[in-house]
């Protein structure tokens, strides 16, 4: 599911390609080389759209990283090792808050604000979600608040 929206995503909105190519490529990740879950054919497919199929059929995460595209690479700059994608998601965070809010700033017509206020709004939801759950266990430590960004 999350495979097809990021693929919808960058058909749909050509401006987003990279965000929703980034954020692929963090769940293919995560998913094969963390989880150890090889993709489905039906759902690697998909995922190849954007990923590329050299990248989708990758046997290491070293391997996978470098066949990513440009528009997707970016999103694991400086992991060398999957279990650190974390960071790298954070980042993808940080990076979806500061394009977004760039595309807020000044008065142009065009998708650029509602683009840039989706992106925004985005990143706020996320950061609700993580509240919530920090809460549901109780207020324990705040880590991933402190990660980076």
């Known amino acids: ?4 929206a990021a693929v ?8 987003a390609v990279r965000w929703a190519a980034g954020r692929l490529a963090l769940l293919v990740g995560r998913e094969v080389f963390v989880v ?5 054919l039906p759902t690697a497919q998909r995922a190849s759209r954007l990923l590329g199929s050299r990248a989708i059929r990758a ?9 990513l595209p440009d528009t997707a690479r970016w999103a694991l700059d400086g992991v060398d090792d999957a279990a650190d994608l974390w960071q790298a998601e954070a980042r993808w965070w940080d990076r979806l808050e500061w394009d977004g809010a760039e595309l ?8 650029a604000p ?28 705040t880590e991933v608040f402190a990660a980076p960004g």
């Open 1 to 4: 599911m999350r495979v097809s």
């Open 8 to 15: 919808r995503t960058a058909a749909a909105v050509p401006e």
């Open 36 to 40: 150890g879950r090889r993709l489905a």
């Open 59 to 67: 046997a290491s995460f070293a391997d996978f990283r470098q066949r």
């Open 104 to 111: 807020l700033r000044g008065s142009r017509m065009g998708s």
């Open 114 to 141: 509602v683009m840039g206020a989706v992106a925004v709004l985005s990143v706020d939801a996320w950061r609700v979600h993580g509240a919530l759950e920090l809460a549901a266990q109780g207020g324990r430590p």
